[in-house]
């Protein structure tokens, strides 16, 4: 009888890290880490205020003193910044300022975060949803001409993933229409158009001010608007008693002071503080992600299975909010987006798909019927196969928002090579999504 033991076969040290091999990143996870540590004189200020004034009624202390800086920070380009709890919270504020209710359309684009558009329902009104541009990722102009009917009156230009919308076509067609304009600017901290800063082009903008923002309060939301009665109508929603007092300017409104509109939707001082102190670092914060991401963008430039983000000349980025290729299949002999990522997961990268579906996969958008008040009738969305909001979907990959530069550099070397890697093992990568040597199914990143 024979005393060898079989030959096992070790996989060579390049070897994609699903079979086996050295992962090409060697940073443990997370990578992506966000918001930042507060200093000590957020923390200081924090704890001043707990022991001062943790509830702001009016427009003063931590809160006002945001919605001053927030001005500022658009270059003073919109007259009045009234804080929310949430970004949703400022959206109920601006459709309902802006006249939504039953039997009004609003249109808005069909791949963005549900938040952009979902409060419309809760106001009885109606949801149109139109294709985005391909480059921009935003709503595309043709799709959302093609989508207006008479009963079209507000139209939301959402700035996904950071990238200005064609403020120029969506602003026209407003003119031509005799539409409202909501800019939804929850990705786009500092994004600028033609030089001028995203979210002083519309009847209202909203920046969302939730943890992951570049500018955040752990929860909040800021409106902003140049038009006195959205501002009214809007702070009036959200804010009774003293901040409708002081700050409603048309009389017949103000005479709801006391009870608003019967929701109270205020930003807590505690969130007011870490928000202003966010936006003062903004600057040094972002460009070392301007820095961080266009390094990324060089080095994955030769990535044949990738389509690098592209920016337009005409706008300036500014928070960058997500780095989001898109993954071409067929440079990586057909296989999975689910596999691909598995492999990239397996290398160390922090990659995954985008997580916001389709806005006409959803119930609440697909329902032929208003799910909160039943009865009431709106037109059913529906997935729109083929469509570029489809092929973004299901093609793009989602990378950390890299933002320390240098201390981020080799980090982000190491994801380009972790990129390059599976694309020198591309035949056994192909293996292994057939099944080859592998017993179970394809793998299903979370
Ligand atoms: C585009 C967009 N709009 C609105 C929102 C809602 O903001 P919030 O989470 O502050 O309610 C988000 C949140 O992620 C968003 O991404």
Request: aromatic share 8%.
């Amino acid at each position: 009888m024979s005393t060898r033991t079989p030959t096992r076969t070790h996989p060579a040290p390049d070897a994609l890290a699903l079979l086996g091999g050295a992962p090409a990143v060697t940073r443990p996870l997370p990578h992506e880490v966000w918001p930042p540590p507060a200093g000590e004189a957020e923390l200081a200020e924090l704890a001043r205020q707990r022991d001062t004034d943790i509830s702001i009624k009016g427009s003063s202390g931590p809160v006002k003193a945001l919605e001053e800086a927030f001005l500022g920070f658009l270059d003073h380009g919109a007259r009045w910044a009234v804080t929310f709890n949430s970004g949703t919270s400022a959206l109920l504020a601006a459709y309902f300022a802006l006249g939504v209710r039953e039997g009004v359309e609003v249109v808005g684009p069909a791949l963005t975060y549900h938040a952009a558009l979902s409060p419309v329902f809760a106001l009885r009104g109606d949801v149109v949803l139109a294709d985005i541009d391909p480059v921009t990722r935003c709503l595309d102009p043709r799709a959302l001409e093609a989508a207006i009917t008479e009963r079209t009156k507000v139209v939301t230009l959402v700035h996904q993933w950071g990238h200005p919308g064609d403020v120029d076509a969506v602003l026209g067609l407003a003119h031509k229409y005799g539409l409202k304009v909501v800019e939804d600017c929850s990705h786009a901290h500092g994004s600028r158009y033609r030089g001028r800063p995203v979210g002083t082009f519309g009847d209202a903008a909203v920046f969302s001010l939730q943890a992951n923002k570049a500018v955040y309060a752990g929860e909040g939301g800021v409106l902003v608007t140049s038009d006195a009665r959205v501002h009214d109508r809007a702070t009036l929603l959200g804010h009774y008693r003293d901040r409708s007092r002081e700050e409603v300017t048309d009389a017949a409104l103000r005479a709801h002071w006391v009870t608003g509109f019967g929701l109270k939707l205020r930003i807590s001082p505690f969130n007011a503080i870490v928000a202003r102190h966010a936006l003062a670092a903004f600057p040094a914060r972002m460009a070392g992600r301007h820095r961080c991401l266009r390094h990324l963008g060089e080095l994955l430039a030769d990535v044949p299975y990738l389509e690098p983000v592209r920016v337009a000349d005409h706008v300036d980025m500014g928070a960058w909010y997500g780095y989001k290729p898109l993954y071409r299949p067929e440079a990586l002999g057909g296989v999975d987006r689910r596999v691909l990522i598995a492999a990239l997961r397996a290398e160390g990268l922090e990659t995954g798909a985008p997580s916001g579906p389709r806005l006409g996969t959803l119930p609440l958008y697909t329902a032929p019927e208003n799910p909160l008040f039943p009865g009431v009738p709106k037109r059913p969305s529906g997935p729109m196969p083929g469509s570029h909001a489809e092929h973004v979907e299901r093609h793009a990959l989602s990378l950390p928002t890299f933002t320390d530069w240098p201390g981020d550099r080799p980090l982000i070397e190491e994801y380009a090579a972790g990129f390059r890697k599976i694309a020198r093992h591309a035949d056994a990568l192909v293996r292994y999504a057939a099944g080859e040597g592998r017993p179970t199914a394809h793998p299903q990143p979370a």
